[in-house]
């Protein structure tokens, strides 16, 4: 089982919609998660950070479950400019090493 | 802005060729990584650098696989021979570092490597 899963999708929505990503780890013991967004062929490039309390930037909300060892992201009133790839990062030990996940792709539409 | 730099941009390889790749990272950053990037996938850690140390080097196939941070500074990742199951991105990132973390993973461009 890999570290950080996520549904690679794509998912295929028209502008103007919400759209919901999910991602789960398996260790317990990580201590930070964030989404960082990869444009085709380019570096990833940090979205943001998730906190226990969830957190929300612009059009972008992020939310993390301990419990459950889960994280997602919303993106409400998609735009074009959002198509990219979405990777689900987590931090599993003190020491800033980073574990990504597979990424989740979205296309919007016109 | 500061970047990560990253040459060469593009590589095309035979197989059993070496291969070497350069990052300088942002000034002042202490902390420098090299992930490996198949396409469809997350990147993933080969090795972490603390200045010239060694952090973390577990994913690094050492048989053909090296990495040094001589001066603290730049660093080069090299593969000798390389291998069909390389061609991947091979990406640079850096980060400050100390108590107070985590701290932002900056990257650079990558290098595509295409080994034939």
């Known amino acids: 089982r890999k570290e950080v899963e996520q549904d690679p999708g794509p998912f295929n929505v028209p502008e103007g919609a919400t759209v919901a990503f999910n991602c789960t780890y398996s260790?317990?013991?990580?201590?930070?998660f964030f989404w960082y967004r990869q444009d085709c062929r380019k570096e990833p490039k940090l979205l943001m950070s998730?906190?226990?309390s969830g957190n929300e930037d612009g059009r972008f909300t992020a939310q993390l479950n301990r419990a459950s060892q889960y994280i997602s992201l919303l993106i409400r009133d998609s735009k074009l400019s959002d198509s990219a790839t979405y990777l689900c990062v987590v931090n599993r030990r003190a020491g800033n090493m980073l574990t990504f996940g597979g990424g989740t792709r979205l296309m919007v539409k016109p | 802005e500061a970047e990560v730099a990253q040459s060469p941009r593009y590589k095309i390889t035979e197989k059993s060729q070496a291969v070497a790749f350069w990052c300088d990272p942002i000034s002042g950053h202490a902390t420098l990584y090299w992930y490996r990037q198949i396409l469809g996938q997350g990147p993933e850690l080969l090795v972490q650098f603390q200045d010239e140390s060694v952090v973390d080097d577990s994913q690094l196939p050492k048989d053909r696989f090296s990495a040094e941070r001589l001066k603290g500074v730049d660093s080069t990742l090299k593969i000798q021979p390389a291998e069909l199951g390389d061609s991947a991105m091979y990406l640079c990132?850096?980060?400050?570092?100390?108590?107070?973390?985590?701290?932002?993973?900056?990257f650079g461009p990558g290098t595509r490597l295409t080994v034939t």
């Open positions: 990132a850096s980060s400050l570092a100390g108590t107070g973390g985590p701290y932002e993973q900056y």
């Open positions: 260790n317990s013991a990580s201590q930070s």
């Open positions: 998730v906190y226990s």
